[in-house]
């Protein structure tokens, strides 16, 4: 039982984490001014494809590569939000 309540340790720590990490990305994006956006956009696609690109030829579960896919087109459509460069509320990014 011990590997378990270890498992979920790490999980939970990981998920917190990761609250943090989408917390400052956030904050950050509303602080790109809306001239920059588009180049923020172009970057951020561009590296998204090297980043799976590598995730392809490496061991990898198919629920991490999911993860990556489903929170790269999250985070593309923040940073393409209209309301975001207007300095509008990004509480659920998955809209």
Not at 39 to 49: G, K, T, Y
Not at 65 to 79: M, N, P, S
Request: glycine share 6%.
């Amino acid at each position: 039982m011990k590997n378990l309540h270890d498992a979920t340790v790490m999980i939970c720590d990981l998920k917190g984490s990761q609250l943090a990490l989408e917390t400052l990305v956030t904050a950050l994006v509303r602080e790109v001014p809306a001239d920059r956006r588009a180049s923020l956009a172009r970057d951020f696609e561009v590296n998204i494809e090297i980043a799976r690109t590598a995730l392809l030829h490496t061991l990898i579960s198919e629920h991490t590569l999911g993860a990556f896919d489903r929170d790269a087109a999250r985070w593309t459509r923040l940073v393409g939000s209209k309301a975001m460069a207007a300095g509008g509320s990004a509480a659920d990014p998955s809209a």
